[in-house]
């Protein structure tokens, strides 16, 4: 997984360091890293990882795009951000009944997890919230829409934070949400296409080649689904699989390069057996 910083997030930095609260800081950025590692951890369970990850104040912004998942899986993701921080908060109010002590270095952890976690249920880009909003309208509305629609929800929640930091002027000037402000506005219109789920398994396996490895041999049923057997191959090896049918009878064994023909644009709810013969099918017509 590669790391990117915005610039964003070092003027954040820098605000907090001038005012003297450089651990609230530190508290915050390291609640947004767990939050995301909660997403890819999930993502992962599905058959995807998350190839970047860059911080931002208030979290980091990535595509929500996860292309072939169901809506209860997309949902899954989503919530897996905010269910982290939550599960964080619960372990550490758990710890002030065994160790008292403990509250006064956790109870800044508390607060910025349950604000992370709650914040992002909004629904609204770049937030978990507005990913489950265009989960819900992408099953209606096209895909043209519904980018439509989450890019002027982000911009007009960005418009009500700015609006309220211009209210904080007039008293005690809030900067924190200033900065949330132009999080949500840089998160809705300025996604990096660099950061976004892609599939564990790519096929790109000349890497193993070139520092030299083992063949893992691995052997499943043709009921079982391709997502499950994307969890099941190695990256640091090459992968040979075997495929036996319900009479336990070995009906093929796919070597990287099927494999990854067998991936390559296949729907990862079908079975092993429907996603080989596609394609066998597609050879045929290939010629």
Same mark, same amino acid.
């Given at each position: 997984?590669?790391?990117?910083?915005?610039?964003?997030?070092?003027?954040?930095?820098?605000?907090?360091?001038?005012?003297?609260?450089?651990?609230?800081?530190?508290?915050? *950025?390291?609640? %947004? =890293?767990?939050?995301?590692?909660?997403? !890819? $951890? +999930?993502?992962?369970?599905?058959?995807?990882? /998350?190839?970047?990850?860059?911080?931002?104040?208030?979290?980091?912004?990535?595509?929500?795009?996860?292309?072939?998942?169901?809506?209860?899986?997309?949902?899954?993701?989503?919530?897996?951000?905010?269910?982290?921080?939550?599960?964080?908060?619960?372990?550490?109010?758990?710890?002030?009944?065994?160790?008292?002590?403990?509250?006064?270095? *956790?109870?800044? %952890? =508390?607060?910025?997890?349950?604000?992370? !976690? $709650? +914040?992002?249920?909004?629904?609204?880009?770049? /937030?978990?919230?507005?990913?489950?909003?265009?989960?819900?309208?992408?099953?209606?509305?096209?895909?043209?829409?519904?980018?439509?629609?989450?890019?002027?929800?982000?911009?007009?929640?960005?418009?009500?934070?700015?609006?309220?930091?211009?209210?904080?002027?007039?008293?005690?000037?809030?900067?924190?949400?200033?900065?949330?402000?132009?999080?949500?506005?840089?998160?809705?219109?300025?996604?990096?296409?660099?950061?976004?789920?892609?599939?564990?398994?790519?096929?790109?396996?000349?890497?193993?080649?070139?520092?030299?490895?083992?063949?893992?041999?691995?052997?499943?049923?043709?009921?079982?689904?391709?997502?499950?057997?994307?969890?099941?191959?190695?990256?640091?090896?090459?992968?040979?699989?075997?495929?036996?049918?319900?009479?336990?009878?070995?009906?093929?064994?796919?070597?990287?390069?099927?494999?990854?023909?067998?991936?390559?644009?296949?729907?990862?709810?079908?079975?092993?057996?429907?996603?080989?013969?596609?394609?066998?099918?597609?050879?045929?017509?290939?010629?």
């Amino acid at each position: 997984m590669k790391y990117g910083v915005h610039p964003l997030f070092f003027l954040f930095g820098l605000y907090y360091a001038f005012t003297g609260r450089i651990f609230v800081f530190l508290t915050f *950025t390291s609640v %947004a =890293v767990l939050h995301e590692f909660g997403h !890819a $951890l +999930v993502a992962a369970s599905l058959g995807y990882r /998350l190839n970047k990850i860059t911080l931002m104040p208030y979290g980091a912004v990535i595509s929500g795009d996860i292309t072939g998942l169901r809506f209860s899986d997309e949902v899954k993701v989503a919530l897996a951000g905010p269910l982290t921080n939550l599960a964080s908060a619960v372990l550490f109010v758990a710890l002030w009944w065994v160790f008292p002590e403990t509250y006064a270095y *956790t109870d800044l %952890a =508390v607060s910025a997890s349950l604000s992370v !976690a $709650l +914040v992002n249920l909004l629904p609204c880009a770049p /937030l978990d919230g507005g990913r489950i909003l265009g989960a819900v309208l992408s099953a209606y509305f096209p895909k043209k829409t519904v980018s439509i629609v989450m890019t002027a929800s982000g911009i007009a929640f960005s418009c009500v934070l700015g609006g309220l930091f211009v209210v904080t002027c007039f008293g005690k000037v809030n900067f924190s949400i200033l900065f949330f402000s132009l999080f949500v506005l840089f998160g809705t219109i300025c996604v990096s296409k660099e950061a976004k789920y892609v599939r564990i398994y790519d096929g790109s396996f000349f890497r193993v080649l070139k520092r030299g490895g083992t063949i893992r041999r691995i052997a499943v049923a043709e009921v079982v689904s391709v997502k499950r057997l994307l969890l099941l191959l190695d990256s640091r090896s090459l992968n040979e699989v075997c495929v036996f049918d319900e009479t336990a009878k070995l009906k093929k064994v796919l070597s990287q390069t099927e494999l990854h023909a067998l991936f390559s644009g296949e729907n990862l709810y079908k079975t092993i057996g429907e996603a080989m013969e596609n394609m066998e099918r597609g050879a045929i017509e290939n010629g």
